[in-house]
């Protein structure tokens, strides 16, 4: 299967730089993959598409400051980190820029490093950390070494990363945080749960449709198009998640019921389908996935998705291929574009039935 079949040409001007207000007043496109049919909605409108019983799947991951600025030790040269995942004790994978970051190399971030950018001579103190350069990584990041947890300072120290190609500030970084967002582990947003405001998830449950939470940490793969030719030779970076065992038990009632499954999100379907792999249950499931998703996958937990619309040549563009089909996604992107929706991580989404 060729990587170039899932590239396509969006004009600049539909990446939205700025979320939408209030959030679910973004639009929605419904895809109907037994009828083959797309209505254009707003996202407040999904209440005419849920059914008593249903659950939906949100990714409760938060993410967290993690676009640190510091200087190399003794040199002074300017590095910027963008931690990507907690490999152990004091251990982080992050992306570096900066020059001959190599093994062995000391970043000092905070006050005495002189490199983060909330610094200033009016600015409160803020504590000082020191990385070192462990190996540099396969995807080639940075395995480094903290001389104490970085976790506690990352308020203090970090700023939230936005994707690079949001290129207006952020005024309230809570904006770039789903309402339900509470472990933190992300380096970037669940952007399906974007949509959701405090009065809709009420009018939902009052419907008698169920919320389950899950967590899958987003990492490096979302900022990381395929570069392989052919898809299957693209080697996918793996994410932490958590599924509990009390969820499993509430999908797998579900399931038994006859009761629909929908993921708010990719991050969603890959913990389900993690969970799923082992057999016909959804196991409660605690760890690593490397689960890549792409045309010809057996979805096994998934009935229904909501996503927003994914860059070319990605992972997620790839897994909505699968759960849709590659001809009506096609059909559902050249329909989007024409219709001027807004795309990527502020962008409106799709409901796929």
């Known amino acids: 299967m060729k990587t170039s079949d899932f590239d396509y040409e969006l004009p600049p001007s539909l990446i939205a730089q700025t979320p ?50 510091g200087r190399k030790v003794p040199s002074g040269g300017k590095v910027e980190l963008l931690l990507i995942a907690r490999r152990g004790e004091n251990l982080w994978e992050a992306l570096a820029r900066g020059r001959k970051i190599r093994a062995g190399t000391r970043i000092e971030i905070g006050n005495k490093g002189q490199g983060d ?10 504590p000082s ?28 120290l970090g700023i939230t990363p936005l994707p690079p190609y949001i290129h207006e500030p952020l005024s309230d970084a809570e904006r770039y945080q ?15 749960g974007l949509h959701f405001t405090p009065e809709l998830i009420d009018e939902i449950g009052r419907k008698g449709i169920e919320f389950a939470f899950v967590i899958l940490h987003i990492g490096l793969d979302t900022f990381r198009p395929i570069k392989e030719e052919q898809v299957e030779d693209h080697r996918i970076h793996t994410e932490y998640c958590q599924l509990p065992a009390e969820v499993a038990d509430q999908l797998n009632c579900a399931r038994a019921e006859g009761r629909r499954i929908i993921a708010v999100g990719t991050t969603s379907v890959r913990v389900l389908e993690t969970a799923a792999r082992a057999g016909k249950q959804i196991a409660p499931y605690s760890g690593w996935t490397d689960l890549f998703i792409y045309p010809g996958y057996p979805f096994r937990a998934v009935d229904v998705l909501i996503t927003n619309f994914h860059l070319p040549r ?40």
């Open 20 to 69: 939408i207000e209030p959030r679910d007043a973004s639009r929605m496109m419904v895809l109907d993959r037994r009828r083959g049919t797309i209505e254009h909605r707003h996202f407040r409108d999904i209440l005419d598409y849920l059914q008593p019983g249903d659950v939906l799947v949100c990714n409760e991951s938060r993410v967290i400051p993690a676009r640190l600025y």
């Open 117 to 126: 950018k909330r610094a200033s001579p009016v600015s409160r103190p803020l």
């Open 129 to 156: 950390i020191t990385g070192e350069v462990i190996s540099e990584t396969e995807a080639g990041g940075r395995l480094l070494r903290f001389d104490r947890a970085i976790e506690p300072l990352l308020d203090d």
């Open 178 to 192: 789903t309402i339900y967002a509470r472990v933190r582990g992300s380096v970037a947003a669940p952007t399906a």
């Open 314 to 353: 990605s992972t997620l563009l790839l897994l909505v291929a699968a759960f849709a089909g590659k001809d009506t996604m096609d059909r559902a992107y050249q329909e989007a574009i024409r219709e001027e929706y807004r795309f990527y991580s502020f962008g409106d989404c799709m409901l796929i039935l």
